[in-house]
Each structure stands twice: as structure tokens, then as C-alpha cells.
């Protein structure tokens, strides 16, 4: 099991050695895990003039699976947009393939009062954004800056989905849906937007080769509401490119705390990137105060859905669990009466609880 580790900017780095030093557990044990490092992001920038170099992108296709810190920093906001960290995310998703964003939402009990929420609207939240992540109007074409005959300035973007993109990724939403609770929602904006319109008539044609799944439509608008008012709703949601980046940042402060929430990109055979869904924060890099979890988690689900060892990935996130109800916790979940620790400490203490 070869792994591209690609830690990049701000605190990556600190978070992914947790990681590694979680699955080196399971490495000395016999696990058969190889690391190589790439740069990646700002990294990138740095040592090769670009946020994706060439040398990254043949490391990242011949593992088998990408681990991924984070990207970004003050110092390269101010690239040209081919330059920057977030533009090395967009291509390496796009080169592999990696049309199905697994973002899973749920809220450890331990942290139940960290929800800006109500424990009661929250509580036993689980559930799992699937977003399609190399379509949309994030790739569409044409896009770009332009005059128009006045001299005004304009700005344009496509928002396209062709229909076999818009079933593979539905055929991993219903799939995904018979694994959990077997209801998968389905957000649009088939009311305003063609592209959706599409996107709901394949979604409801594919609906029929999973008869047990209960199958629903929502406008993103009510789904952004319905997020905050009742999120327990929710098993699966199924939604492109945009309304997914979006729905997810917002599902993710329902639990109180986005240095707890993994991420898998997969491509239609299993092989994946898997990365924290947090930045880089580069106001606290360096510090040893980010929160591994969240990159600990993402390796459990490289486990799970790359290398198919559902027992080690149980056996990670059960480790997280016990570290949490033993009372660790890094400063952005700390609570009266706990345990404060660092990066460092915490990716001890999971450590040591595998
Ligand atoms: C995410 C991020 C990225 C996205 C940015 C950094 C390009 O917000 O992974 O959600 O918009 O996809
Ligand atoms: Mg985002």
C-alpha cells in the first residue's frame, strides 16, 4: 500500500505526522504501508514554482492512495490564480479522476455541547455530504474575463454537467446511501438552473435500479435551511460541485468543531486523496495547537475505502473515540474539567490507544 504524503502549508505538516504516526502503529504491526513525500500547495510554489509540480503529480499517480494536510498562506494570496495553493487541490482532483467527495458529518457525544446548536437539534448527527468534485462550474468552459462592446468589464463562468457524470456520481450516492440509512436527498436548483434540471431527471432515472433507497429533492436554498433547523434528517445528501462546497462548510460547524472532520476524493475505482476538510490556518501553524483529528480520521478512511482493511480504519477511529471520552483535547475543543493537550500530544495519545 504505497501513499503519497503530501503535507503542504500552514499546520499540514503537523497534522499529517499524527497521522503517519497513527498508521506507523499499524505499520510495525505488519500492515504493509509505504510513505513517499511530495509538495504540494504553497510547498510546491516554493520548491518547484508550481502549487501542483510535475514531480508531486507523478508521485500522486503512482501511489495508491494520497494523503493530504492542507494548502494555502497569506504569502501566496497574492499569486496569479494559475499559481496559487487552492489551483495544485483543483488539478490534482482533476488529474486523478476524483469525482466522489465523501464529507461525512457527525458529532461525537463528547462534543456535543461544542455545536453553536442546541444538543438537542444536534445530537447523534450522522451524516454523509456526497459531493461531485470535477464538474461543475468549477471546470466548466468558456469561463474568463472580458470587455464588452461599451467597455465594461465582465466576468463569466459555465455551470455544465454532462449526464454520465451526473450518474456515476449518483450511482455512488444510492451506494453509499444502502451502506447507512438507506434515504439519499438529492439538492438542486432545478427550479432557476437547466443544469439541475438535468441532474434531477438522471438522478430520478437511476433511483430505479435502487428500489430500497428512499430517494428525495431538495432546492439547495431549503436544504441550506433545513441544515440548521432539523439536520437529523439527513442520511446522505447527493449534490454537485458548488452547492456541495458550500452545504459542506456548513454541515461541518453543525458538530462545533471542523478540526474533526475527515474527507475522502475517490475515482471510480476506490483510489483516493484523503485530507482534513479544514484549511491550513496559518495563524496557528507552527504552534503545536491544531487538532490532528480530522487527518488521523481521513487516514481511517483511506483504510476503509482505498485499501479495503475496514478493521484497521474501525480500529483508528475507535482510538479517536477513546482519546476523546479519556478527556484529550486540543484547544479548539477544550472544555472545562479536561485534558488540554498539543498536535504532538494528541497524536500520542491516539497512538497509543490503537
Ligand atoms: C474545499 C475548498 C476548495 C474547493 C478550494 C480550496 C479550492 O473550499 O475543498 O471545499 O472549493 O473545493
Ligand atoms: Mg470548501
Redesign the pocket.
Known amino acids: 500500500m504505497k501513499i503519497a504524503v503530501l503535507p503542504g502549508d500552514g499546520i499540514g505538516p503537523e497534522i499529517v505526522a499524527q497521522a503517519v504516526k497513527v498508521l506507523d502503529v499499524l505499520r510495525r504491526e505488519g500492515l504493509g504501508l509505504e510513505y513517499e513525500y511530495g509538495e504540494m500547495g504553497g510547498a510546491g510554489y516554493d520548491a518547484a514554482g508550481d502549487p501542483y509540480p510535475p514531480a508531486t503529480s507523478k508521485l500522486a499517480r503512482e501511489a495508491d492512495a494520497v494523503l493530504l494536510g492542507a494548502v494555502g498562506g497569506y504569502r501566496y494570496d497574492t499569486l496569479p490564480r494559475p499559481l496559487r495553493p ?1 489551483q495544485g ?2 488539478r490534482i482532483r482533476k488529474e486523478l479522476g476524483l469525482f466522489a467527495n465523501l464529507r461525512p458529518a457527525m458529532l461525537y457525544p463528547e462534543l456535543a455541547s461544542a455545536s453553536s446548536l442546541k444538543p438537542e437539534v444536534v445530537s447523534g448527527l450522522d451524516l454523509m455530504i456526497l459531493r461531485e468534485l470535477t464538474g461543475d462550474i468549477y471546470f466548466g468552459q468558456p469561463r474568463g474575463l472580458r470587455r464588452t462592446d461599451e467597455g465594461e468589464r465582465e466576468g463569466y463562468d459555465t455551470m455544465l454537467y454532462s449526464e454520465s457524470e451526473i450518474s456515476r456520481i449518483a450511482h455512488v450516492g444510492f451506494k453509499t446511501a444502502m451502506k447507512r440509512g438507506k434515504r439519499l436527498c438529492s439538492v438542486d436548483k432545478a427550479n432557476v438552473l437547466e443544469t439541475s434540471v438535468l441532474w434531477r431527471e438522471v438522478v430520478t432515472e437511476i433511483s430505479r435500479d435502487y428500489p430500497q433507497v428512499d430517494l428525495s429533492h431538495m432546492y439547495v436554498d431549503n436544504a441550506a435551511m433545513q441544515l440548521v433547523r432539523n439536520p437529523k434528517q439527513f442520511d446522505v445528501i447527493l449534490t454537485g460541485n458548488m452547492f456541495g ?1 458550500i452545504l ?1 462548510d456548513e454541515a461541518s460547524m453543525l458538530t462545533g468543531s471542523i478540526g474533526m472532520l475527515p474527507s475522502a476524493s475517490l475515482d471510480a475505482e476506490g483510489k483516493g486523496l484523503f485530507e482534513p476538510i479544514h484549511g491550513s490556518a496559518p495563524d496557528i501553524a507552527g504552534q503545536n495547537v491544531a487538532n490532528p483529528l480530522a487527518t488521523i480520521l481521513s487516514a481511517a478512511m483511506m483504510m476503509r475505502h482505498t485499501f479495503n482493511q475496514e478493521e484497521a480504519a474501525a480500529r483508528i477511529e475507535h482510538a479517536v473515540r477513546k482519546a476523546l471520552s479519556d478527556g484529550f483535547r486540543t484547544p479548539d475543543i477544550h472544555q472545562e474539567g479536561m485534558t488540554r493537550v498539543g498536535t504532538k500530544e494528541m497524536g500520542d495519545a491516539v497512538a497509543a490507544r490503537i
Open positions: 487552492e487541490l483543483l462546497d459542506s
